[in-house]
């Protein structure tokens, strides 16, 4: 089914800005919901953002609102997450996930990619 590669992580110091790539294959990202969903160690995975099929956006975790956005180019079946104002609380690794419709529940995604880590530290 949809394959999904994430590419863009790495380090950064705090207020700092980095820019997350998901390029889907397999079939054409224009059907898919994609959410980006972040894990640090010994923490649970959680959802961060999601744009759906027609565009729309919804925001997982408030820890990232104003500072996080989410879109998507159809042409090029990439989704994007731009990280603007980095904070040591977001270093994890960050995953692109697929479905048919969004959602805030890992389990819910049938689709994922290996994950990239991002660190945000001094």
Same mark, same amino acid.
């Given at each position: 089914?949809?394959q999904?590669?994430?590419?863009? %992580?790495?380090? @950064?110091?705090?207020?700092?800005?980095?820019?997350?790539?998901?390029?889907?294959?397999?079939?054409?990202s224009?059907?898919?919901?994609?959410?980006?969903?972040?894990?640090?160690?010994?923490k649970?995975?959680?959802?961060?953002?999601c744009?759906?099929?027609?565009?729309?956006t919804?925001?997982?975790a408030?820890?990232?609102k104003?500072?996080?956005?989410?879109?998507?180019?159809?042409?090029?079946?990439? @989704?994007?997450?731009?990280?603007?104002?980095?904070?040591?609380?977001?270093?994890? @690794?960050?995953?692109?996930?697929?479905d048919?419709?969004?959602?805030?529940?890992?389990?819910?995604? %049938?689709?994922?990619?290996?994950?990239?880590?991002?660190? @945000?530290?001094?």
């Amino acid at each position: 089914q949809l394959q999904l590669v994430e590419s863009g %992580g790495g380090l @950064v110091q705090p207020g700092g800005s980095l820019r997350l790539s998901c390029a889907a294959s397999g079939f054409t990202s224009d059907y898919y919901a994609i959410a980006w969903f972040r894990q640090a160690p010994g923490k649970e995975r959680e959802g961060v953002l999601c744009i759906s099929s027609s565009g729309g956006t919804t925001n997982y975790a408030d820890s990232v609102k104003g500072r996080f956005t989410i879109s998507r180019d159809n042409a090029k079946n990439t @989704v994007y997450l731009q990280m603007n104002s980095l904070k040591p609380e977001d270093t994890a @690794v960050y995953y692109c996930a697929a479905d048919r419709w969004c959602s805030r529940f890992a389990s819910t995604f %049938g689709s994922w990619g290996q994950g990239t880590q991002v660190t @945000v530290s001094s």
